[in-house]
């Protein structure tokens, strides 16, 4: 952060580490701030994250109760969330690990394509990512649909899909959302992306399915991060591990949402994108 | 194309090896027909490709020189080498190959994303195909130009580029157009993506920058095809192979085309898709 537009905007900066007036902070931009921290800002108006999600701020014990929370939505963040996706979607839909597979053998072997019309792919969270990415899938003329706590059972929105995308916000109500009964849901041969927060996707049961060579997945966050280097998923043949870089954001779209919001909550006005607590989103 | 639309159609139709009277053949549909099949027909009124390239046919030395020539243009065709093109484009913005071998050591290293106001794709082609992931690109916020003939030295047009994609039809015009002097031309860590015909990446040349580790290669069509078992493509580590499975239409994509061409023929019109000898395409 140290280099971002906040250095350069209208208020003072300080990080982490260096010396500073308590009294004069009235903004925290934290993504997992340190226990003790906050209560130790007596004049906190503004608590900020530092990217889309917000669980690891909303989870500190020492969480203020009566200042209003900010977090990040930026056309950057979502286009890198498409952009993430549309990579996995595509490989699955024009069988890229296949090829590469045959690669390894140098066998040309020419296979039928995917159906398209058959092609249907569930978008877990309809926010701004989940939008998104829903948008981009319909213009490539692929069939996809969201789903979000308000609409019915999961496990019936994602029968018979070809690929399920985990956006979810990670809140209680989404921990270990996509269990056995959902994932037994999908088609054979499906593809689980899981690229919001680690917690959604029920590692257990979905690390059968893969070892039953029925379904793979393109796995971005886990439940333990980084992921342990002696974890199957590391070298599960039908698993892909990416270190949690689908979406973060350039420190100069954080500065730009929290610059907006210190002057909207100077104005006794919520914060630009404003959290929810009771959501957690 | 047994079971294709092409049998329900109004007109009986024979497949190679089948017993016909030469006398009744008006439209012979093929990707390259034997030698001698052509002459042997007297009465062609229509010559149909069954795909977008109709180069081989083009190069069949029994070429009748007056009979009408269409091919298939189809709004499948130019989806699936989108969804090809983008599937590779997209790995190689968000680093795919990169961290894939992290995964091999099991390694949790998160790198910056590409500067995407800085990563440029220049297509080679801008007919239906071209056209059609230009307009892509363009919707995922991704810098894109269009090259052809009529454009300036291929060089200027790739100069600093992170991808060009090598789309242009098969004539003795394009032969070898992505040579050393273009290849050099493209930014250090660009990809080519080739997905059209073989022939117009200097392989020998693409060999060296690939060696060099100064590019990497999205290879779907090759001078020789199938690629040899022992060719060095297979086995590079900055090559991906798929076998010329790009944009390969439905049977009923063809018989459309056919059928509609069939039809204005008839009526003394040129095809649906008329192939333009001189140009080759």
Redesign the interface.
């Known amino acids: 952060m140290k280099d971002a537009l906040l250095r350069t905007g209208p208020h003072p900066v300080w990080l982490l580490g260096e010396e500073y007036d308590a009294a004069h902070i009235t903004c925290l931009v934290a993504y997992k701030p340190p226990a003790g921290l906050m209560v130790s800002l007596p004049n906190l108006s503004l608590l900020h994250g530092t990217g889309a999600g917000v669980d690891a701020l909303l989870a500190a014990p020492d969480l203020p109760a009566d200042v209003p929370i900010g977090r990040v939505i930026a056309l950057e963040l979502s286009?890198?969330m498409?952009?993430?996706v549309?990579?996995s979607v595509?490989?699955h839909?024009?069988?890229?690990e296949t090829?590469?597979a045959?690669?390894r053998e140098?066998?040309?072997?020419?296979?039928p394509?995917r159906d398209?019309a058959a092609f249907r792919v569930v978008v877990l969270g309809t926010g701004a990512m989940g939008g998104a990415v829903l948008a981009?899938l319909g213009?490539?003329?692929i069939s996809a649909q969201g789903w979000n706590r308000a609409a019915g059972p999961l496990a019936d929105a994602l029968h018979g899909a070809m690929v399920a995308v985990v956006l979810l916000p990670a809140t209680p109500a989404t921990r270990g959302v996509l269990g056995t009964t959902a994932l037994t849901a999908l088609a054979d041969d499906a593809l689980v992306i899981a690229a919001g927060r680690g917690g959604q996707v029920d590692e257990a049961a979905l690390l059968r399915e893969l070892d039953a060579g029925r379904l793979s997945a393109a796995l971005d966050v886990f439940d333990a991060?980084?992921?342990p280097?002696?974890?199957i998923f590391?070298?599960h043949p039908h698993a892909?591990?990416?270190?949690?870089?689908a979406a973060?954001p350039h420190p100069d779209a954080v500065a730009r949402c929290v610059l907006e919001s210190m002057a909207r909550v100077a104005r006794d006005e919520p914060p630009l994108h404003p959290v929810d607590r009771a959501r957690g989103y």
């Not at 140098?106 to 296979?111: I, K, L, N, P, S």
Request: glycine share 4%; net charge positive.
């Open positions: 286009r890198m498409v952009h993430h549309l990579a595509l490989r839909l024009r069988r890229g090829y590469a045959q690669q140098a066998r040309w072997v020419r296979h394509p398209i981009a213009a490539l003329g991060e980084p992921l280097p002696d974890h590391w070298r892909q591990v990416t270190p949690h870089i973060a």
